[in-house]
């Protein structure tokens, strides 16, 4: 796969969503465009391990090419075998390395954002990475630790003198977390002087944020949340049309439904599995269904159903026609 390629096809990309992004969500998403779709993060430190949920992220893979496999770590030992782990299971069309994750979790690695004050290492990931594997990769980042702290820049001349193939930029700081204003002019700033594509990122859940965000030049534009309450969001947007009110009450049913068909045939015969997509799915379902009329009064009544038949009963009455 070819980051410059893809993105002259489709603009618009699928970002990593840690608990969203699994399997069958990206099987979900891929019927709604043909985008890059991003897995969720995978510990490469996991993948050495050989932890059964690190290799479970990528699963399907072949469901929803072009697919890109994002790891975290802070310790650039550790990529090439989690690359060498990654082509054994699932042969992935690129890589991304995260470098912008604020959660204490991926902090305490030393990856994600906690790469945007060690620099030294960043460039060790970014070089051992490009080693590794002959496929193209990308680096997801923020703007820098906080707005007294930009890295940006440094770290594009970084990626492009090191060989990734494209940046992702979420245009916030590590400390905004997951609010506050997207810095446009950091977007252009990189846009107008990167040799690779940039791909921007930050609050796209409209066709007025989709072109905020294209006017500053970038080559591709990254949707998360929005992504994960309204997966249909891609193929409304390259219609010219809004994602809230694209689909009918039934129409949302069915996507769920659909959802959960991926979900079950995923699980396979595992009852553990089959447990966490039943709760997943409940979640999906409020995250869908949120704007809509009397969705508090549902959230409750769905919340309260710990069997299938019960809670697809209930769904179906809220949202049949
Ligand atoms: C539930 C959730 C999980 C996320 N997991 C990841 C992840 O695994 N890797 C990553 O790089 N970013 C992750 N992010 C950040 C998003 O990819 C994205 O950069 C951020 O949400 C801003 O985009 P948005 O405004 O379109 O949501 C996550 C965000 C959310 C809301």
């Given at each position: 796969m070819n980051f410059a390629e893809e993105l002259k096809k489709n603009f618009l990309v699928s970002a990593p969503m840690a608990g969203i992004t699994s399997p069958p969500y990206r099987k979900l998403l891929r019927t709604f465009f043909d985008g890059i779709i991003y897995t969720e993060m995978t510990s490469v430190e996991g993948l050495k391990r050989g932890s059964p949920a690190s290799l479970e992220?990528?699963?399907?893979?072949g469901e929803c090419r072009p697919c890109v496999v994002q790891f975290f770590g802070g310790?650039?030992?550790s990529y090439a075998e989690a690359v060498r782990i990654a082509e054994e299971h699932a042969v992935p069309d690129g890589y991304d390395i995260n470098m912008g994750c604020p959660v204490k979790k991926v902090l305490k690695t030393g990856g994600g954002a906690a790469l945007l004050t060690n620099l030294a290492e960043l460039k060790e990931i970014v070089r051992s990475l490009r080693r590794a594997t002959e496929k193209e990769f990308s680096i997801k980042i923020r703007l820098g630790a906080d707005e007294k702290n930009f890295v940006y820049k440094e770290v594009l001349k970084i990626a492009e003198r090191e060989g990734a193939n494209a940046l992702v930029v979420h245009a916030r700081t590590k400390r905004q977390m997951f609010t506050g204003d997207v810095n446009y002019e950091a977007l252009a700033e990189l846009a107008s002087i990167a040799k690779i594509p940039i791909i921007g990122n930050g609050n796209i859940d409209s066709l007025e944020s989709l072109e905020r965000i294209r006017q500053t030049g970038v080559s591709g534009a990254m949707i998360a949340r929005a992504a994960m309450r309204s997966p249909w969001i891609f193929k409304a947007l390259s219609e010219?049309?809004?994602?809230?009110?694209?689909?009918?009450k039934s129409g949302i049913y069915s996507l769920i439904r659909e959802l959960y068909g991926y979900m079950l045939t995923h699980a396979g015969d595992n009852e553990r599995k089959k447990t966490h997509y039943f709760n997943i799915i409940k979640k999906f379902s409020l995250y869908f269904s949120?704007?809509?009329?009397n969705s508090a009064e549902f959230r409750v009544r769905a919340y309260q159903k710990d069997n299938e038949k019960d809670f697809f009963g209930i769904l179906k009455e809220y949202l049949g026609d």
């Open positions: 992220f990528l699963d399907m893979i310790n650039h030992k010219g049309r809004e994602p809230l009110g694209y689909l009918t949120k704007g809509l009329q």
